[in-house]
């Protein structure tokens, strides 16, 4: 029975704890297995990690004893340890993104009871000039409809703390917990330990916002228009595109829009302009991101400062004459074929033999000179 005998209720709790902490660590294991099931099934999203545990023992009585024993005992209200400590059973599912985290308590609301949300960055968030831990806490138990399974019988009563925080979140909380004085400190430490604060915050902003604007660009690369939009980009005096015959008509006239189209033909080549001229001219082949990336990057290290105007000009001069050789090629090599990435290395090639030289293989370089320098219907195999 309760009581208000601390003592006596500790022995009580430790006994609690060691007689189910097998049935426990097997509510530990079906809930993250559940969790992680329910998750996986979530269209783009990427966890980081899920870790489940079983409260400490002493951890336990140590936060019931900080938490609630002065006011237990100061209303004279018989206590059992248990009852108060709702986290024995504890998943921490880490995401990317600020955005996901809230994914995440709306697929487990629908599959878990909530008895209670604990929302740490709205409450940080509200209160002027404070940083520090955020992330969103949940106190779970199944569902009505699992509760009534046979095989979640065992944990129809048992109650799971969720926390769902982002990686940045997560590795703030890891460092939080080494500085082991916060609140009683002079100001310059309090000042240095929330400009670190809301550096982690702005980082995990940004992160949010870097992935956006990448997705941006790369639906902008991607779609039916791209390659016309760029090309139109890049005429002499054009205006942006989607403006109005009015705005185009004006901006042929107006100096400040001439200026504006020829710093858009003077865009570095980057790895979202290289995809709209890509897929132009090799539509319908995946090219991935980090081929991309290297590829691109690959390309600039031997022209440093090369535009997304060259580089197209470059694949509209020779792209003929180096698919004429990938027949050639593919003819004289049965079962090798040419990529789109070494059809655009022999282009570049083409456009600027020294720059581009090392782009290409030796052997690669050599074979393709001995067919250029040779008449065409009798040229030489490789």
């Not at 986290?87 to 878990?112: A, N, T």
């Not at 949940?138 to 509760?147: M, T, Y």
Request: one cysteine or more; charged letters at 25%; a negative charge.
């Amino acid at each position: 029975m309760p009581s208000l005998d601390f003592k006596l209720e500790k022995k009580h709790f430790r006994q609690f704890y060691d007689q189910h902490l097998d049935a426990l660590e097997e509510a530990k294991e079906t809930f993250a297995a559940l969790a992680r099931s329910l998750l996986k099934q979530v269209p783009g999203l990427q966890l980081s990690k899920i870790e489940a545990r079983v409260k400490d023992r002493e951890e336990c009585i140590h936060k019931f004893q900080s938490k609630y024993l002065l006011q237990l005992e100061s209303a004279q209200q018989p206590y059992s340890i248990e009852e108060h400590v709702t986290d024995l059973i504890g998943l921490r599912i880490v995401c990317l993104y600020e955005d996901e985290v809230h994914r995440i308590k709306k697929v487990l609301s629908e599959h878990f009871e909530v008895i209670d949300t604990t929302d740490k960055s709205a409450s940080l968030e509200s209160t002027e000039g404070e940083f520090g831990y955020k992330g969103l806490h949940l106190d779970l138990r199944l569902g009505a409809a699992r509760r009534g399974l046979p095989e979640y019988a065992a944990y129809a009563d048992a109650r799971v703390e969720v926390q769902i925080r982002t990686i940045i979140q997560d590795s703030w909380s890891v460092l939080d917990h080494q500085i082991k004085y916060k609140k009683s400190i002079p100001g310059s430490l309090k000042r240095r330990i929330n400009t670190l604060a809301a550096l982690f915050e702005l980082a995990d902003r940004e992160f949010r916002e870097i992935r956006d604007a990448t997705a941006q660009e790369l639906a902008e690369a991607e779609s039916p228009n791209a390659y016309q939009e760029l090309e139109a980009e890049e005429q002499p005096g054009s205006p942006p595109p989607h403006a109005s015959a009015a705005a185009s008509d004006k901006a042929h006239a107006d100096s400040a829009l001439a200026a504006t189209a020829a710093a858009a033909r003077g865009h570095q080549l980057d790895a979202f302009g290289f995809l709209r001229i890509a897929n132009h001219f090799f539509n319908g082949f995946e090219f991935t991101p980090h081929k991309v990336d290297s590829f691109t990057q690959e390309i600039n290290s031997f022209r440093p400062g090369l535009t997304r105007t060259g580089f197209n000009q470059s694949m509209r001069t020779h792209v003929s004459t180096v698919k004429d050789y990938k027949k050639h090629f593919e003819q004289q090599h049965a079962g090798d074929t040419m990529s789109p990435y070494e059809v655009i290395r022999h282009c570049m090639y083409l456009s600027d033999k020294r720059s581009f030289q090392h782009l290409l293989g030796a052997d690669m370089r050599q074979a393709f000179e001995r067919w250029l320098a040779a008449p065409q219907d009798t040229a030489p195999a490789h």
